[in-house]
């Protein structure tokens, strides 16, 4: 496996999601599944630091007049209701956990929706990488990992969804969209099998 040209994308890495205190961690109805998916989400990072992977973060950041999400419908609308993600707030922060690697985590900013690549420089820093392989993980399965997913095929790269770091709002659908809906364009892996595997 050539780790040069393989991409993580984190997506939504942030405190409103996985903080204790988190506002939208209860979005996520299966209880402990956010925890899980953090600590095999750390787990995965602690291998690729030794690569020549590329890990980047990309989280929702939005102005407090909501702009971006003017015509807002379903959990967009939620965010807004909420006050989640907000610029300037602990909420919209990166996670400790991902923090502490410093200078190894990438962050991309400018994404207020759900797909990562949208107002963002994501696809030309993983030109520029040569990056031919992206992984994906973060919050949620439905939604922005899906979009990201979807985009970064569009765009020609090879596609896996790391199963085990990623949450839906419920097992139902996270089952869902890794049987039926992902493998009609990417793998479908588990960063505690396949892909630690091909780390060692």
């Known amino acids: 496996m050539n780790f040069k040209e393989i991409a993580v994308i984190l997506v939504g890495y942030q405190n409103d999601y996985f903080a204790e205190d988190g506002i939208l961690k209860a979005v996520v109805e299966e209880p402990g ?23 980047l973060a990309t989280g929702i950041v939005l102005t407090p007049s909501y702009r971006a999400l003017a015509n807002s419908t379903g ?22 956990e991902i923090k502490q690697f410093g200078k190894k985590i990438t962050y991309v900013t400018g994404k ?3 797909n990562s690549f949208k107002d963002t420089d994501l696809d030309e820093l993983l030109k520029n990488k040569g990056i031919k392989q992206i992984w994906v993980a973060g919050m949620v399965t439905s939604l922005c990992v899906d979009s990201t997913g979807r985009a970064a095929y569009e765009k020609g790269y090879q596609v896996s969804i790391l199963e085990d770091c990623c949450s839906a709002r419920t097992h ?27 780390l060692g």
Do not use: W
């Not at 750390?42 to 020549?52: A, M, N, P, Y």
């Not at 009609?184 to 892909?195: E, G, H, P, T």
């Open 33 to 55: 599944r956010v925890d899980e998916v953090l600590k095999n989400t750390i787990s995965l990072i602690e291998k690729l630091v030794t690569t020549e992977a590329t890990i």
């Open 75 to 96: 959990i967009l609308d939620k965010i807004k209701e909420v006050g989640a993600f907000t610029q300037g707030t602990p909420g919209a922060e990166t996670i400790k």
């Open 112 to 114: 207020e929706g759900f």
């Open 172 to 198: 139902f659908e996270q089952e869902f969209f890794c049987e039926n809906v992902f493998p009609l364009y990417a793998k479908v892996i588990s960063a505690s099998l396949s892909a630690c595997t091909a």
